[in-house]
């Protein structure tokens, strides 16, 4: 007997394939790489190791941005479309299931723990539309849960599995303890998903209203940098020396790069058009979050910009707050 694991490198997720192991089943383990996540540490790997199991790798792409742009089932309290996520992933597992030969597919949903995706009805929809119906065991909350297929051919003893529910994780860490997984194996809970909080959902929306498709490199340079709109262009500036070196790495060829020589500078990045208003306002805020803004404060500073064609100066002054909070995404 096979199964296949959606093994997100979470507790839950660590749990459940534990317990399915513990039965003698062999399984065979899928971890998806959302361009929306925040986590950097590449646990499910780790677990997979652990555990000796095979990890199946799959990076979600721009079928992946469609849906997060328009979900079937509407958002959560950000742009975070979670039944619809779960149902991208059910049914890729079930694509995957097929190839690596599993009978059924388990994840580590506990029934009552997100409050949109892991009700009952959620749980019984995301299968429907998985064309799973029956065959997805939750080991954590089975016995809450009607038997599925699995179970009610023998292939799972559901005597074995769990009962939890709810958003305290006492029952999960103490089951944790049981079998011998340390805290710092698994990430906390608030780690995740990057469509529940505020700041990068205003960006996100901010992508989709100004881009008719958006990438995958797109989304990853919301999590760098700030971000300013001057009406169709798009203004990215560097925090820090690693900011600058990952804009610069993302950076398409029709941008235009900024930066103050001769002081600590930010990279700046101008996507969009290229007009002499937002090249003004481009390098003006270089100016304001180089080292020139105190150095040479209230005069005006060299900024160099150049495209993959030219390199061209300008001479500004820094913006003060009240016009970098009206550009602010």
């Known amino acids: 007997m096979k199964a296949l694991s959606l093994l997100s490198g979470g507790l839950d997720s660590i749990l459940a394939t534990k317990l399915v192991l513990d039965q003698g089943i062999e399984v065979v383990a899928v971890t998806f790489i959302l361009p929306v996540t925040a986590e950097k540490r590449d646990y499910a790997s780790e677990v997979a190791k652990r555990f000796g199991i095979p990890l199946v790798r799959v990076e979600a792409g721009e ?10 089932y509407g958002y959560g309290s950000g742009m975070n479309p979670c039944i619809d996520c779960r149902i991208y992933m059910l049914r890729e597992a079930k694509r995957i299931a097929k190839d690596v030969g599993a009978d059924f597919i388990f994840t580590g949903d506990v029934l009552g723990e997100r409050p949109m995706s892991q009700h009952r009805k959620a749980l019984e929809l995301e299968e429907k539309e998985a064309g799973l119906e029956k065959m997805v ?23 074995k599995l769990c009962a939890i529910k ?24 608030s780690g995740g998903c990057l469509l529940t909080y505020r700041e990068f959902a205003s960006k996100l929306r901010d992508l989709f209203d100004h881009n008719e498709r958006v990438t995958v490199r797109e989304v990853k340079v919301l999590k760098i940098g700030r971000h300013f709109r001057f009406g169709s262009s798009k203004i990215i500036v560097g ?26 500078s930010p990279i700046t990045i101008l996507e969009g058009e290229k007009s002499k208003e937002a090249i003004e306002v481009a390098a003006k805020l270089t100016v304001r979050y180089s080292d020139a803004a105190v150095s040479a ?14 390199k061209k100066t300008i001479v500004v002054s820094s913006l003060d707050e009240r016009e970098i909070a009206h550009l602010r995404i």
């Open 166 to 189: 709810g958003k305290s994780r006492k029952p999960q860490i103490v089951l944790a303890k049981k079998f011998g997984i340390l805290e710092e194996e698994y990430p906390t809970p």
């Open 297 to 310: 404060e209230g005069k005006e500073v060299l900024v160099e910009y150049e495209s993959e064609e030219d």
């Open 63 to 72: 079928e992946y941005l469609d849906m997060v742009r328009n979900p079937k």
């Open 137 to 159: 065991l939750r080991p954590l909350s089975a016995k809450l849960l009607p038997e599925t297929i699995p179970e009610q051919k023998g292939w799972v003893d559901r005597n």
């Open 239 to 264: 925090r820090n020396e690693t900011e600058n070196t990952l804009l610069l790495d993302l950076k398409n060829t029709e941008v235009y790069v900024f930066e103050v020589p001769d002081y600590g």
